[in-house]
C-alpha cells in the first residue's frame, strides 16, 4: 500500500513539474528600460514577448504607435493590431532592425458602432494589450466621420414580382464599414403606401434590393427610401433618406433628405407619401388601378353612364 501511495505523489508532482502558469500579460510589469512614458492615462506600453516596445497613444480620435526594437538583434514578424467596439479595425507584421523606431496612425472614427454611446479600443501585440473606453453619442445619419450604411442608388423599373408584371425599383445599399447594422428598408411612392425588406448587409459590402412598387407601370414614380435599424417611428436608428422619381428605361433622379420618422402600414393614421407632380388624377385614384386600354376604367364608365343617360331623354 504504501509503495503505491509513493508511486502516485511521484507521478504528481512529475506531472506539476510540466505544468507552466500562465500570465496575463495585460497585468505583467516587466519592460524594457527604453520603453518609457510620462502619461499613463492616454499613453500606454505594450510589449511583445520579443522585447519589441510599442507606444499607444490616444490622440484626437486615432491611435499613435510608437514601434522600436531596443534589443541587438533583428525581429521578424512583430504583430500589431487594433479593434474598435469589437470588429477589427488595423492587423499589421512587420520586422524591425536593432534600434530602429517608426510610427503609425489610425484614425478610428470610422470603425466606431454608430447605435453605442460607450466605445471601446483594443490595442495589442503578441504577448501584451491594453484598450481604452470612452462615450460618443453619434447621430448615425449625418455624420460622416463614422462609417455607416447608406443608400447609394434607387432605380425605377419594370419587372415581375411573384410573376406577374410589376412596377419595381432597385435599391442599392452600401455598408462601408467594419461593424454590422441589423438594417431594415421602407419605400413610399404616389400609389405604393409601404414596400418593407430586410436589408442588412455585410461590413464592407454592397447590395441590391427589387421592391415592388403598386404605381402604373410605365410611368413617371415619385417616392422616397429609408434606411434604418430599430423602429420606423423613431428617429433612433435612422440611417438614410433619399428622395426619388423616374420611370422605367429613363434615368432616374435621387436625392438625399434628412430622415423623418413615419408610421409604417400596418399601423393606424399610417404615413403616405404625397407629391403633388407626380401624384395620381381622381380618375385613377377612383379606378383603383383598373384601366382599358390604359385610360383609367372610372373614364369609359362615366362616358357610358351618360350615354345611357342622353338616349332615356331622346325617348
Known amino acids: 500500500m504504501n ?45 511583445s514577448y520579443r522585447d519589441i516596445c510599442i507606444i499607444s497613444e490616444s490622440i484626437d480620435n486615432s ?19 487594433i479593434s474598435v467596439d469589437g470588429k477589427e479595425l488595423y492587423e499589421n507584421r512587420f520586422d524591425i532592425q536593432p534600434g530602429e523606431s517608426f510610427q503609425r496612425k489610425i484614425n478610428i472614427t470610422q470603425g466606431l458602432h454608430a447605435f453605442k454611446d460607450n466605445h471601446s479600443v483594443y490595442v495589442s501585440t ?20 463614422v462609417l455607416t450604411p447608406y443608400i447609394e442608388n434607387v432605380t425605377v423599373a419594370s419587372g415581375t414580382i411573384n410573376g406577374e408584371q410589376s412596377a419595381v425599383a432597385y435599391v442599392t445599399l452600401v455598408n462601408p464599414s467594419i461593424q454590422t447594422y441589423s438594417s431594415k428598408l421602407f419605400v413610399h411612392t ?8 430586410p436589408a442588412s448587409v455585410r461590413p464592407g459590402g454592397k447590395r441590391t434590393i427589387k421592391v415592388e412598387l403598386l404605381d402604373k407601370r410605365g410611368t413617371k414614380i415619385a417616392g422616397e ?10 428617429r433612433e436608428g435612422a440611417l438614410d433618406q433619399v428622395g426619388f422619381v423616374g420611370k422605367a428605361g429613363e434615368r432616374t433622379r435621387t436625392w438625399n433628405e434628412s430622415f423623418e420618422p413615419v408610421r409604417p402600414t400596418w399601423m393606424d393614421n399610417h404615413y403616405q407619401y404625397k407629391n403633388d407632380t407626380y401624384s395620381r388624377t381622381l380618375g385613377e385614384k377612383l379606378s383603383g388601378g383598373y384601366e382599358i386600354g390604359e ?5 369609359p364608365m362615366l362616358a357610358l353612364l351618360g350615354a345611357v343617360v342622353l338616349v332615356r331623354r331622346l325617348r
Open 126 to 145: 503578441f504577448g501584451d494589450n491594453t484598450s481604452y473606453n470612452f462615450t460618443k453619442e453619434i447621430n448615425a445619419s449625418n455624420s460622416p466621420e
Open 63 to 81: 491611435i499613435k504607435l510608437t514601434i522600436s526594437n531596443p534589443t541587438s538583434k533583428n525581429v521578424e514578424n512583430v504583430g500589431a493590431l
Open 295 to 299: 385610360i383609367p376604367i372610372v373614364y
Open 3 to 47: 509503495q503505491k501511495i509513493q508511486l502516485i505523489i511521484a507521478v504528481l508532482f512529475t506531472f506539476s513539474s510540466l505544468v507552466v502558469p500562465t500570465v496575463n500579460a495585460e497585468n505583467s510589469t516587466h519592460k524594457h528600460p527604453s520603453c518609457r512614458i510620462t502619461d499613463q492615462e492616454s499613453t500606454r506600453i505594450i510589449q
Open 190 to 197: 404616389v400609389g405604393t403606401e409601404g414596400s418593407f425588406y
Open 225 to 234: 427610401a429609408r434606411l434604418y435599424s430599430g423602429n420606423l417611428t423613431e
